[in-house]
């Protein structure tokens, strides 16, 4: 029997789908389900079902959506002009939602983290392609990438024109990063007429996991 395995493919062998980020995206790109009374918390008390618009201390019952959902959607909606996933946004993405992503940042490594230092992409891959094009002019540009890296990161120097300056992480030490090795790369890629334009951190790391 072939299992056809492929990066961030799961559900192919059966895995189930996270329902909160499933209900979240539903709900932000949906409004309205927010105003069905199938969606909206309800409360019974001595046999008579209320809305939450207009009652707040009674026991919940069970709805479509999870509470947790409809909180954290109305709370990203909150942060969207409009109130509506189909509005323009600034082009590093919406205000709010980087102040969160910064506040989670911050909160995770403990150091500081600014929200305008933010840019948010559809995915990684786009994100990738859109630094590509900005960094690389000729195959004298080069990126440092991890080995293991991540193929996207290859091929995406190999599309538009670079070269791949690879550093290699240590194995026996977590897969951890030696500076030495760092610098070696560096030098020898200069040596080599290789302007080097930038380097490529991935964190978590992938697919390595450190």
């Not at 026991?59 to 509005?87: E, H, M, W």
């Not at 990738?128 to 195959?139: N, T």
């Not at 300056?165 to 030098?187: C, F, M």
């Amino acid at each position: 029997q072939i299992l056809y395995c492929n990066i961030g493919n799961p559900q192919s062998l059966g895995q189930h789908p996270i329902t909160f980020f499933r209900e979240v995206l539903a709900l932000c790109d949906h409004p309205y389900l927010l105003n069905k009374i199938e969606t909206r918390r309800l409360f019974r008390k001595e046999n008579a079902v209320l809305d939450l618009l207009y009652a707040c201390t009674y026991i919940p019952l069970v709805t479509l959506y999870s509470g947790d959902s409809i909180a954290r959607a109305n709370k990203i909606l909150d942060q969207i002009p409009g109130r509506s996933t189909g509005v323009y946004s600034h082009s590093q993405g919406i205000w709010g939602l980087r102040e969160t992503i910064a506040s989670g940042i911050e909160a995770r490594d403990g150091f500081p983290a600014n929200a305008n230092d933010l840019f948010l992409t559809d995915g990684a891959s786009p994100g990738i392609h859109m630094m590509m094009q900005l960094l690389l002019r000729s195959e004298q540009d080069g990126i440092m990438c991890p080995i293991p890296q991540y193929p996207a990161y290859s091929a995406t120097i190999a599309l538009h024109g670079g070269t791949l300056v690879p550093y290699y992480l240590d194995e026996a030490k977590g897969w951890a990063l030696e500076i030495s090795d760092l610098q070696k790369q560096l030098d020898d890629a200069r040596s080599n007429g290789i302007t080097v334009r930038a380097l490529v951190v991935i964190n978590p790391g992938n697919p390595t996991g450190q």
